[in-house]
């Protein structure tokens, strides 16, 4: 039996169908919305340099693996830190929507919607029905699949491949067919190559379903070996690709390297700012603060019946940020997303317990009520926040472009704040919108990297210089809220450019454009 009929014949069974088209319907309607925006909400530099590597895809004719970015001049700089599937599919499909954000988007909504399809099918598999509704429910409709399942950045095809891993698997487990099994290894190996961290934490459910199925022999299978050597070897080869390709352009961005500043340090782990971040983009964003009470009781539950699965994917999680952390969801909060359905899976397991019959909130309609309108609002609020936008860079883009500077000449972004690095969030997007290469200037001694700059390339002729100002501020602190840290301020460059040349010929309320003529 395939996986669609069987799928087909649960839904059936349990009349589950119209709770799945219900759902996937408005999960992806929720989706479609304002798919052809600029690039300028939450996490937008992962957007834009996602569509920087598309569009450069494009102009180099697809090569299979090497992608170029634009932040390193002239230079033919290659950049590989994932397999590019995703930039692929976009700068094909680009040939239908004649919009790069459309197209990116797009490819995300297909993973998402595959990645829901999944996620109700291992839940029919593994969750009474009660639960299954609540799973699906809360995975629909939480504001940070929301979000992630419409950017244009790899995290939705990142969970769809993780649940498909956990799915071939399952179905491995049941019928110990060799075609699943190569399905299993397929999928294993695109998710190693595209973000080996955020599948990392499924190894403990895997183990767990194989435990559970054939006890200690499944440690002796040869399936079991062919799926480690399959996974080293993958590793091992993916990690000198990406060394290779990075060495001339990018020489700290080594696989050993990236690995050294995801894992990070002991001292990250001691400090309470990294677990109360996590905790709270999570039961912020992720499930919104009222389903993360249910997440608490939900854990007790999922702990009660001792349910392999779900218990060791929670000690998976846990492992995922244990180790990952400091140099991913916290550093990266997309990351979360891969975590986000068992979060879903046990919240619903509170949900279930509280509005089934004997429960604290059955037949009280006026709780339930007001539950429904508190999470409403908290809902609104999450969404808010993610899809804030900051125009800063997206003005600037569009200032200079105005211009119709010379595809000879180039960039230089000298951003006044954001974070621990100068233009860190800013950058991607001007060189995008504007449709220059050029430089980020560094934190430190910009006076004295902008003359380098300048004297080793005369072609870099134009200056975008972004301001601070309270409403700069307020962007970047909403559309994270709480989880922002106090931005570092820099000072205006307008002498320095001025003694080198350099004339200001565009202005807005937060960004100066200069060019030397």
């Not at 680009?94 to 988007?105: D, K, Q, V, W, Y």
């Not at 599948?199 to 559970?212: N, Q």
């Not at 974070?419 to 504007?434: D, Q």
């Not at 301020?489 to 807005?508: C, N």
Request: proline share 5%; net charge positive; with cysteine.
């Amino acid at each position: 039996m395939t996986l669609f009929s069987r799928f087909r014949e649960t839904f059936w069974q349990r009349a589950s169908w119209k709770l799945f088209a219900l759902l996937l319907l408005l999960d992806t309607g929720a989706r479609m919305v304002a798919i052809t925006r600029p690039i300028i909400d939450a996490h937008d530099i992962r957007q834009a340099h996602t569509a920087i590597l598309t569009q450069n895809l494009r102009e180099d004719g697809f090569p299979p693996v090497k992608t170029r970015g634009d932040w390193n001049g002239f230079e033919n700089a290659t950049v590989v830190l994932e397999l590019p599937i995703m930039n692929h599919v976009a700068g094909r499909l680009f040939a239908l929507t004649h919009s790069l954000e459309a197209a990116g988007r797009l490819v995300a909504i297909a993973a998402s919607a595959a990645a829901f399809w999944l996620f109700f099918w291992l839940c029919l598999q593994t969750l009474p029905w009660g639960v299954t509704r609540w799973a699906a429910t809360v995975f629909a409709f939480s504001p940070l699949g929301i979000f992630f399942g419409q950017s244009f950045q790899p995290e939705a095809p990142m969970l769809c491949l993780s649940l498909a891993i956990l799915c071939a698997f399952w179905k491995w487990r049941e019928t110990e067919q060799h075609r699943w099994l190569l399905v299993f290894l397929l999928v294993l190996a695109l998710g190693i190559t595209i973000k080996l961290n955020e599948i990392s934490h499924l190894a403990f459910p895997v183990l767990a379903l194989g435990l559970t199925k054939w006890g200690p022999r499944f440690l002796l299978k040869w399936q079991t070996w062919l799926i480690g050597a399959v996974g080293g070897a993958v590793t091992i080869v993916w990690s000198k690709v990406i060394t290779h390709f990075n060495a001339s352009s990018f020489p700290d961005w080594s696989a050993s390297s990236n690995l050294r500043n995801f894992i990070g340090t002991l001292n990250d782990r001691l400090h309470a700012y990294y677990y109360l971040k996590l905790a709270g983009y999570m039961g912020g964003l992720g499930l919104t603060p009222v389903l993360g009470l249910f997440f608490l009781t939900g854990v007790v539950v999922v702990w009660r019946r001792r349910d392999s699965l779900y218990v060791w994917w929670g000690a998976g999680i846990g492992f995922f940020y244990l180790l990952w952390g400091p140099g991913g969801p916290v550093g990266h909060s997309y990351y979360h997303l891969v975590a986000l359905p068992w979060f879903c899976v046990v919240a619903a397991f509170g949900l279930d317990g509280a509005l089934a019959e004997g429960g604290w909130l059955a037949a009280r309609r006026l709780g339930i009520s007001a539950l429904a309108l508190l999470w409403t609002g908290f809902f609104g609020a999450a969404l808010t926040t993610l899809y804030y936008p900051d125009h800063t860079a997206y003005s600037a883009a569009r200032a200079v472009a105005a211009l119709q500077p010379p595809k000879s000449e180039g960039l230089i972004v000298a951003a006044d704040h954001r974070r621990a690095s100068s233009g860190w969030p800013l950058y991607p997007t001007i060189f995008f919108y504007s449709g220059m290469k050029g430089y980020n200037l560094p934190l430190s001694d910009r006076e004295v990297e902008l003359a380098t700059l300048i004297d080793r390339h005369p072609e870099l002729r134009w200056v975008v210089q972004t301001r601070f100002t309270p409403q700069a501020d307020i962007a970047m602190r909403n559309r994270i809220a709480i989880f922002s840290r106090t931005p570092v301020i820099q000072p205006a460059l307008d002498e320095p450019l001025t003694k080198l040349g350099f004339v200001k010929v565009s202005m807005g309320p937060d960004f100066s454009v200069f060019h030397k003529p």
